[in-house]
């Protein structure tokens, strides 16, 4: 097994998903992207990737963003680890979540999906649930909103206006959990007392 280390930003493929509540694991995606000032490729697994080190001298990546849907992005997670040679414990996903608050970023590994399609697409993939996750809270629908409806829609306007401060957070979290392990991203990302 290999020292790298394949971090997936969920999401849906195409434009009209861009902006979507549910595609903010690959806007992590991008923003580690553009520190490391590099661009992804199209690979073979129906993804899009970039092969790199985070930061001089740091952990080797493949940031790697499904093309398939969501709800379907076990496929290409598991061949880019296959082709990799990277075991579940080296694979991160990032991805939103509903329960927890908007601008909050919470780690953890393995554990239940929470109801989450592309989680439970990967964990059957992988044959595991044990990788690791980073949660990227959108917060709950308002009213009786369906959840996929909540989910599949933009940040709204003032959301809007925090999320850059929101991804840069959700990077800094991806880049110490691979640097420093998983509880040292704890200490330093979860509040005080809070739940791991």
Not at 34 to 56: D, N, P, W
Not at 137 to 155: K, N, Q, S
Request: glycine share 12%; hydrophobic share 40%.
């Amino acid at each position: 097994m290999t020292d790298t280390w394949l971090i997936v930003g969920l999401g849906n493929p195409g434009a009209e998903y861009k902006g979507n509540r549910h595609n903010v694991g690959q806007m992590v995606l991008d923003e580690l992207a553009s520190r490391m000032g590099a661009s992804f490729k199209t690979h073979k697994a129906r993804a899009q990737v970039l092969e790199g080190r985070l930061g001089i001298g740091g952990p080797r990546v493949v940031l790697a963003k499904p093309m398939s849907y969501m709800n379907v992005s076990g496929g290409p997670v598991a061949a880019l680890a296959n082709f990799y040679g990277i075991g579940p414990d080296h694979v991160v996903a990032v991805h939103d979540e509903i329960d927890i608050p908007f601008n909050t970023v919470k780690l953890k590994t393995g554990g239940g999906e929470g109801g989450h399609n592309g989680l439970r697409d990967i964990s059957k993939a992988l044959s595991t649930k044990d990788y690791l996750r980073v949660r990227v809270g959108v917060g709950r629908p308002p009213g009786r909103m369906d959840t996929a409806d909540y989910v599949l829609r933009d940040f709204a306007a003032a959301e809007r206006k925090e999320l850059p401060f929101v991804l840069d957070e959700a990077a800094d979290a991806v880049d110490m959990l691979v640097r420093n392990g998983l509880t040292a991203a704890q200490q330093k990302f979860h509040p005080a007392k809070s739940e791991l």
